[in-house]
């Protein structure tokens, strides 16, 4: 038994190499091996279930030594799964060893006992299927302006938070689902983690729109009347999130670097991120000043990454073009604003006054054009 205990020792290292840049050197003998300890280790849970003393002496033997979540005896039953799915996300892991990996996943004979909606053969084709549209890109794009590729690795790391969810220990649930996000999340370049974050929080919202509703618009500006908040509808929207608006630097550089048009979607789904977003735009433009010379707003600090005035209103356009109620509380903002910074009521005195006099004419053509079009029909 002491034999068997030292080789369950071993399954936090294997579970956590499985998610570090060291698979880029496993070749398809190594990741055969690690499947075969991944199918031992699940052999041994369906052994010593029935055996309480047992299963209690490889749980302590799991947890000794261990950071962060903790594993437990039913992650045994669970480790092909945790394995698998833990190197199909893993982009260091190298092409040979990577089409070994699908290849076993998706072999026709392999059925599993309970098959689930989100199981291993599933996210392998999901896998395979991002892989192939990594080959030459055309040039449509999805409505949300996001690559299908980028969409495909949403999908995929949607699916592997909700697994997280489910094999989490309730002590210290949320810290580790942000942890190993945060690890998934640094294996991506920072652009592409940005889209798939997006992407992934805009598949949710999705989804449950559909669910709740049915009759949600079907533009990338609004996938569904109401929103959500931090944690609302579904559990993977929590450490996607914290992760994403816990650090100013990292949420700058996220709203900076996506389009307006997306951003927009977001806050019209997501009220925390609505008011981090608003916040931040809010000190952007307080950093514009009015140049009588040019007559108009410029940066008053070149070199500082802050949107032009010209971006400055196109995002703030973008959000008056979402929802009802992200319209009314972006105009609400801006008359807030506005009044703070003295009331003006002619242009070039408040970057407020001007912002709000540019998106209620914006408003108030949009609404003549919609008359007109409402009268020709």
Do not use: I
């Not at 307080?286 to 196109?314: F, I, M, N, T």
């Amino acid at each position: 038994m002491e034999a068997v205990l030292e080789q369950v020792g071993q399954l936090p290292a294997l579970l956590a190499v499985s998610r570090s840049v060291l698979v880029r050197d496993w070749d398809p003998l190594t990741l055969d091996r690690a499947l075969e300890w991944a199918r031992y280790f699940q052999h041994l849970h369906d052994r010593f279930r029935a055996r309480p003393r047992l299963r209690e002496a490889l749980g302590r033997r799991l947890r000794r030594g261990q950071r962060g979540p903790l594993l437990g005896f039913p992650h045994l039953g669970r480790c092909p799964r945790l394995l698998g799915l833990a190197l199909l996300e893993n982009r260091a892991l190298s092409p040979a060893a990577c089409r070994r990996l699908l290849h076993s996943l998706l072999q026709p004979a392999r059925v599993e006992a309970d098959p689930e909606p989100h199981s291993l053969e599933l996210l392998a084709r999901r896998k395979a299927a991002s892989r192939l549209l990594g080959l030459p890109r055309g040039p449509p794009r999805a409505p949300e302006g996001l690559e299908p590729q980028v969409r495909a690795e949403a999908q995929l790391l949607v699916s592997r938070l909700r697994e997280e969810e489910q094999e989490a220990e309730p002590a210290g649930e949320a810290a580790g689902r942000l942890a190993w996000l945060s690890g998934v999340l640094e294996l991506l370049p920072q652009p592409r983690a940005f889209e798939v974050v997006a992407a992934a929080l805009l598949l949710v919202r999705q989804g449950s729109g559909a669910e709740q509703a049915g009759d949600g618009a079907q533009d990338g500006n609004s996938l569904g009347g109401n929103q959500a908040s931090a944690t609302g509808d579904d559990g993977s929207t929590g450490p996607l999130l914290s992760w994403l608006l816990g650090n100013l630097e990292r949420f700058s550089a996220f709203c900076l670097f996506l389009p307006g048009s997306l951003l927009a979607s977001l806050a019209g789904h997501y009220s925390q991120f609505s008011r981090h977003y608003l916040d931040l735009l809010t000190g952007w433009g307080s950093h514009l000043v009015y140049d009588p010379v040019q007559g108009q707003w410029v940066k008053s600090c070149l070199d500082k990454a802050e949107l032009s005035w010209e971006e400055l209103r196109e995002r703030f356009s973008c959000l008056c073009q979402g929802s009802a109620l992200l319209r009314g509380q972006t105009q609400a903002a801006l008359k807030l604003l506005k009044a703070q910074d003295g009331d003006f009521k002619v242009r070039g005195l408040s970057v407020w006054t001007d912002l709000l006099m540019e998106v209620e004419e914006y408003l108030r053509k949009e609404a003549e054009r919609s008359c007109m079009n409402a009268t020709a029909t």
